[in-house]
């Protein structure tokens, strides 16, 4: 039975979302960032703000402390769930700051699990995985233009990619190296002690929440600079590139789900699917939709281990957890940005 639950990262993007999910179902809910986050990427990408926003609920108890920190083990000790979206999160950052990326995406997940090892208590475990762990194997498939997007030329591949992909012999950057060593041991945990964790491998994950920088969450990255007039660079594939996009909410209430009915060492696609797929070219149609403004861009060299193509195949998650829906439609996702976007310009 899980009644209070620790939420890594809560002042993020993903972390935000389920803390606020969890204490609409009754949960309580210790939340800890130690706001790495502005290190990261600077003040447009900084996460503090979104713990004033956010947090401020009487059954959220939000500290400002690190996952590698000691005392964490203690804490996890006091809750019946662990959802660890913690991380540093950008393939494209990693390349320059590998050892910070290894540090907190492995050494910190792997503190986490030894500390529920160590309590004894069978605590289920959400980790935040990413597609990433698959590198570049995606772009092995070969690919057709149709309209203003690429497909598959194998039409089997046309509702995504599911778990089987393989991970290893092909370029992932640090970042993608760091998030599949910590899954393996997410996995590992699991099949050695018998904890009950799953890895749920995400592509594009987003909602008002999300933090605008160009190295992390595109979505509201392209409508900031719709709404400013700032040229967007294109990095590679001319926008004819696949995203499939999750409102983090939808996936909030999958890690709740999870929670509630955990299964041991599982993996799992998660995305927004086919339905929710879109070109970045597509984006700029509804983009200027929505804002009223059309992005003005220009190319840039394609980034190390970009997908060219990538949509979630939910079979498996679907089957596991048949109840789970996802509500947020891509016109909504990124009305929802729009608007939280143009208060920040506003207030600002
Ligand atoms: N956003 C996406 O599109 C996406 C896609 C695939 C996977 N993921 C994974 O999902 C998870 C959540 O992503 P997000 O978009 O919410 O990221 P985010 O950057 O918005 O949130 C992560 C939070 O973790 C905090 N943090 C970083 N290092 C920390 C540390 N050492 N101790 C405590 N807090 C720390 C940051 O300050 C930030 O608030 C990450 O693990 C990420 O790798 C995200």
Redesign the pocket.
Known sequence: MVNTVLV??????????CCRLLVSHGYDVIS??????????GTD????Q?ADRYLEHENIDHRV?????ETVTGLVAEVDGVI???????HPKSIDIPYEDF???VR?TLQLLEAIRKDGENTPFV??????VYGEVPNYFAYERVGERFEPVDHTLYDGFDEGLRIDQNKHTP?GVS?AAADLYVQEYAELYGIDTAC???????GG???AVEL??WEPYFVKLALTGEELTIYGYEGYQVRDVIH?RDLADLFRRYLEDPRSGEVYNVGGGRENSISLRESFDLIEDVTGSRIDYTHGERREADHKWWITDLSKVRSHYPDWEIEYGLREIFEEIATELRNEIDGA
């Open positions: 890594t990262g809560g002042a993020g993007l993903v972390g935000s979302e800890i960032d130690n706001y790495e986050r502005g290190e990261i990427f990408g900084d996460t503090e979104n402390l690190d996952i590698r920190d660890h979206t913690a991380a540093q999160p950008s540090d907190i995406n910190g980790f935040c995985s990413t597609n990433k970042f998030k749920f491998r995400m592509g594009c994950i987003t929440a999300a933090r992390h969450n983090a």
